[in-house]
Nanobody
Framework: QVHLVQSGGGLVQSGGSLKLSCAAP???????????MSWYRQAPGKERELVAS???????DYADSVRGRFTISRNSSRKILFLQMNGLKPEDTAVYYC????????WGQGTQVTVAA
């Protein structure tokens, strides 16, 4: 089980920006590079959905609803995954989770993002 610690999130007005972080302090750097990473979100009453992903090769992919507004990235030296969210909309309101998948896997604890109209 990969230990992940999320930070960021909060309350923002529509059109604003937030940056989420997901740290993997117990991973060694080589293991960090070997993992596919992603961000999911779950809104009240809805299923958890994939928001963005970054593969071991660095290829990124986004849900249609966030493409062009969100950017997933990682810093291997700090072993942190990021999600930069710009142009936030009320429908982006959800609990956001990071997920690492490799020989082991793990989920972050979740962080609330609330976008006020």
């Amino acid at each position: 089980q990969v230990h992940l610690v999320q930070s960021g999130g909060g309350l923002v007005q529509s059109g604003g920006s937030l940056k989420l972080s997901c740290a993997a302090p117990r991973l060694i750097t080589s293991t960090f590079w070997s993992m596919d990473m992603s961000w999911y979100r779950q809104a009240p009453g809805k299923e958890r959905e994939l928001v963005a992903s970054i593969s071991t090769s660095g290829a990124t992919d986004y849900a249609d609803s966030v493409r062009g507004r969100f950017t997933i990235s990682r810093n291997s030296s700090r072993k942190i995954l990021f999600l930069q969210m710009n142009g936030l909309k009320p429908e982006d309101t959800a609990v956001y989770y990071c997920h690492f998948q490799g020989r082991e896997s793990g989920w972050g604890q979740g962080t609330q993002v609330t976008v006020a109209a």
